[in-house]
């Protein structure tokens, strides 16, 4: 079965670094949609950075220049480096993955999430 587990959260200066992995299983995630979304206490969750199906990188402004993406198709893994984190990015940041189910009728999507793991920035 689909299965994702994140890991590499942590406890953070201002300024800091931190490195999160994504471990996916289950099927070839190779041509699916792929990313991480945080969730904030009292917030929604937003979309972090992410792949679309066509392997194209997508960040929310407030990450920009500072996230980056990256995958390792062999081994079904995505990565977020998140460098100069800021106390706003303190949240539970989940793996997703969106799986197209390819019908003679239309396509579905279903959703795929984490556990997520709780990065923390603080002084």
């Known amino acids: 079965q689909v299965q994702l587990v994140e890991s590499g959260g942590g406890l953070v200066r201002p300024g800091g670094s931190l490195r999160l992995s994504c471990a996916a299983s289950?099927?070839?995630?190779?041509?699916?949609?792929m990313g991480w979304y945080r969730q904030a206490p009292g917030k929604q969750r937003e979309l972090v950075a992410g792949?679309?199906?066509?392997?194209?990188?997508r960040y929310a402004d407030s990450v920009r220049g500072r996230f980056t993406i990256s995958r390792d198709t062999a081994k079904n893994s995505i990565f977020l480096q998140m460098n100069t984190l800021k106390p706003v990015d303190t949240a539970v940041y989940y793996c997703?993955?969106?799986?197209?189910?390819?019908?003679?009728?239309?396509?579905?999507?279903?959703?795929?999430w984490g556990q997520g793991t709780q990065v923390t920035v603080s002084s």
């Open positions: 997703s993955a969106t799986v197209r189910i390819a019908t003679v009728e239309r396509n579905y999507d279903r959703d795929f």
């Open positions: 792949f679309t199906r066509r392997g194209e990188t």
């Open positions: 289950g099927r070839d995630f190779s041509r699916d949609a």
